[in-house]
């Protein structure tokens, strides 16, 4: 049974996360950033450092980058292949989550938190992205997990057991969280000694031998990190490093332009994001009910790791939220390290209605309101879209955003068709919740959580990329078989030089500096692409004339040597 489910589970993950993987150019900034850095590590042969526009690029590790490198390898340098490293990392998480489920609770639970995942809007989107943060969240919960295991067969007897037989689970977890900071950064190492300083406080730092277990956990995640970092040193020196932890240090205390946010941001983020798994999850946010029914039935040791392992999940969310809170630049993804408790947390109540017949009201009253806010917004698109004069006066203050609706997009009325799955499946779920079964309240929600989020991707998004950056890609993909050079003004972005399949430059080669560009003699034919509403010195360039105007993009040309 245990080998169908895992079978079933990898056909699941497959079927939702490959399909159509590539339909859709990736999108600025992340995702085509990542993809570069593997690109030009594909190029230049240089797999030790990541670089950016063949220069060094210090804002990150080198984990994530070497796996879409190595994908780029298999399936060529594409979409596809830029985002085949999360639909792994999906597998992987739910064949994880699948396994501490039963473990902890039973099959049902199980498959409860597998489909609190799949179900759940960016849990399930993420997987199919290319961004850094599906692997560097995986590694940091398995990490943490070990942590926990270990420290539940701390107490048991454990005879003449050898170091490696009593210390694994927390070793190898150390070894999973220097992964994480070898992915995306030492954060990971802030966010997982948070968790455990503070799970240790809320038993007044008692616990026998903790704090000398946190040291060696601590002591295995350097391991992977220093030896990256440390070689780093020793060939090249300490700039590389030290811009590397200024970059981190300015990211937590400085806003970003353009990612700035208000005090709830992430609240709201994960309320919605992760709509149906928050609407179960808010009532175990604090406290320990689950406890308090388990105790009616038994006091057994499984009870007990599953109440232990419920305050652990509620002091990862926590501690996410607040964390990202704090740090000024607000990014959609920043607290996605938080799916984990969610679905977890949001599989409890599902399961705790199962087993105690409890139906908390406030699933009921954000189960129906939630569903028809979000699928409301996606039915709605397809008119919109047709009738985009009628969201021009909401934009008027914004000349790039009323250009980018002048894009000529196509919208069928079977595109509505994410959203009203997601109303209907909440409703017939409601009905199901209302009447006190959990379990085929959950499935129905649950699945048609996933066919929204699977069709709104395939249905839904290529049209928003449409509007918002298709017409500067479309651009860049023309000039990709062109010798030439391709810059961007007054704006940052990585896709003129993923898309135009920039060539590596070297030494006195590098000539594409904006002021050689402009002012210099240039020695290919110079593109130059700006947004009309800011062009700056384009228009009164010598030697440089405008090509042509496309929703809210300005193409400029200069000529070679000239």
């Known amino acids: 049974m245990l080998r169908q489910d895992h079978f079933l589970i990898i056909l699941i993950g497959l079927a939702l996360f490959l399909p159509m993987l590539g339909a859709v150019h990736l999108f600025d900034w992340d995702e085509i950033n990542f993809a570069e850095c593997a690109r030009e590590m594909v190029l230049s042969g240089n797999w030790f450092r990541p670089q950016i526009d063949f220069e060094p690029f210090w804002e990150k590790p080198p984990m994530f980058i070497w796996f879409q490198a190595v994908s780029m390898q298999l399936f060529g340098i594409n979409e596809f292949a830029a985002r085949f490293p999360n639909a792994l990392c999906g597998l992987l998480t739910l064949l994880l989550v699948y396994q501490i489920g039963l473990r902890l609770h039973d099959r049902m639970f199980g498959w409860l938190w597998v489909l609190a995942w799949i179900g759940s809007i960016l849990p399930h989107l993420?997987?199919?992205?290319?961004?850094?943060?599906?692997?560097?969240?995986?590694?940091?919960?398995?990490?943490?997990?070990?942590?926990?295991?270990?420290?539940?067969?701390?107490?048991?007897?454990?005879?003449?057991?050898?170091f490696w037989v009593r210390y694994r689970h927390l070793l190898l977890g150390g070894l999973s969280l220097g992964l994480a900071v070898l992915t995306k950064g030492p954060t990971a190492f802030l966010i997982a000694f948070l968790v455990l300083g503070l799970y240790w406080a809320r038993y007044r730092f008692k616990g026998k031998g903790y704090f000398q277990h946190m040291v060696l956990f601590g002591l295995a995640a350097l391991v992977a990190p220093l030896i990256w970092f440390g070689t780093e040193l020793i060939l090249h020196g300490p700039w590389f490093i030290s811009e590397f932890v200024t970059y981190q240090i300015r990211l937590f205390s400085t806003k970003d332009s353009g990612h700035g946010g208000f005090l709830g941001y992430h609240f709201l983020v994960l309320l919605i994001g992760c709509f149906p798994a928050s609407i179960f999850a808010i009532v175990n946010l604090w406290g320990d009910r689950q406890l308090e029914d388990e105790m009616l039935e038994s006091s057994t040791l499984d009870s007990?790791?599953?109440?232990?392992?419920?305050?652990?999940?509620?002091?990862?969310?926590?501690?996410?939220?607040?964390?990202?809170?704090?740090?000024?630049?607000?990014?959609?993804?920043?607290s996605s390290l938080a799916y984990f408790p969610i679905t977890y947390l949001g599989a409890v109540t599902v399961w705790r209605g199962f087993r105690w017949n409890y139906f908390p009201k406030i699933s009921m009253i954000l189960m129906p309101t939630l569903a028809i806010l979000v699928g409301g917004a996606v039915a709605v698109l397809p008119w919109l879209g047709n009738h985009v004069d009628a969201l021009k006066p909401l934009?008027?203050?914004?000349?790039?955003?009323?250009?980018?609706?002048?894009?000529?997009?196509?919208?069928?009325?079977?595109?509505?068709?994410?959203?009203?799955?997601?109303?209907?499946?909440?409703?017939?779920?409601l009905y199901f919740w209302v009447n006190q079964r959990s379990w085929p309240s959950a499935q129905l929600l649950f699945t048609g959580g996933a066919i929204f989020t699977a069709s709104t991707l395939v249905l839904i998004v290529p049209n928003i990329e449409a509007y918002s950056q298709r017409a500067a890609i479309d651009f860049y993909e023309s000039k990709c078989e062109e010798d030439c050079f391709v810059r961007t003004v007054g704006f940052k972005s990585f896709a003129n030089l993923f898309y135009s399949c920039k060539r590596p430059v070297f030494g006195d080669q590098k000539q594409d500096e904006y002021e050689q560009l402009a002012h210099g003699i240039p020695t290919k034919p110079v593109?130059?692409?700006?947004?009309?509403?800011?062009?700056?010195?384009?228009?009164?360039?010598?030697?440089?004339?405008?090509?042509?105007?496309?929703?809210?993009?300005?193409?400029?040309?200069r000529e070679m040597g000239r």
């Not at 384009?538 to 193409?555: I, M, Q, S, W």
């Open 126 to 162: 993420y997987f199919r992205s290319g961004i850094i943060d599906p692997w560097f969240n995986l590694f940091i919960f398995a990490g943490l997990y070990g942590f926990i295991e270990f420290r539940w067969q701390f107490f048991c007897k454990q005879g003449d057991a050898s």
């Open 527 to 557: 593109y130059f692409v700006a947004k009309v509403t800011n062009l700056g010195e384009l228009p009164t360039l010598a030697d440089c004339h405008e090509l042509y105007r496309k929703n809210g993009f300005v193409f400029y040309k």
């Open 395 to 429: 934009f008027q203050k914004d000349a790039f955003a009323l250009a980018n609706l002048d894009a000529h997009v196509h919208w069928y009325w079977f595109q509505s068709l994410p959203g009203f799955v997601l109303i209907a499946a909440s409703l017939g779920s």
């Open 304 to 334: 007990c790791k599953r109440s232990d392992f419920g305050t652990w999940m509620q002091i990862l969310f926590w501690v996410v939220l607040i964390l990202f809170t704090i740090v000024q630049t607000k990014i959609v993804h920043y």
